[in-house]
């Protein structure tokens, strides 16, 4: 395993959330030939998850921080951490609840850890609930 990125941001502004997700992306591009559903899900997978930890873990306080990691886990797997400084949730209790006949369907909240679950090989939290690990795999093909 080698950290590829690793890097904190103060504030809440959308300029410095993009920019961190730019970076990220630009960094995860640099050292792997995604193909482009792969570009589109590790997008939507660095913003939800950016998101989530800006506006319900630090609860958009600004002078609140978040920290970014992306390891190189294997030449086929990418590992994504992020972590706020919030005081966590009940993760367990979160992904337990079933919502029968598309009860949540128009709701904002979850839908983002939700998608994010879907589309990674695994996703794990620390014991608070402030920071989750994701892996996810990409197809094998060489850079160009």
């Known amino acids: 395993m080698s950290i590829l990125y690793n890097k904190s941001i103060t504030g809440c502004e959308s ?5 961190m997700i730019k970076d990220m992306m630009d960094c995860i591009k640099s050292r792997y030939a995604l193909s482009d559903s792969e570009e589109y899900e590790f997008r939507l997978i660095l913003n939800e998850l950016i998101a989530n ?8 306080l600004c002078d609140k921080s978040i920290t970014a990691q992306i ?15 919030g005081s966590g949730f009940n993760y367990k209790e979160f992904f337990s609840r079933e919502y029968p ?22 996703i794990r939290f620390n014991y608070i609930g402030n920071q989750i690990k994701i892996s996810k795999s990409i197809q094998k093909r060489s850079m160009q």
């Open 53 to 60: 930890g800006t506006i319900h873990g630090n609860k958009r």
């Open 15 to 19: 300029k410095c959330i993009r920019a």
């Open 71 to 85: 390891e190189a886990i294997d030449p086929y797997t990418i590992g994504i951490t992020i972590q706020d400084e």
């Open 101 to 122: 006949c598309d009860a949540n369907t128009f709701s904002e909240r979850g839908r983002g850890l939700k998608l994010i679950k879907a589309m990674c090989d695994n």
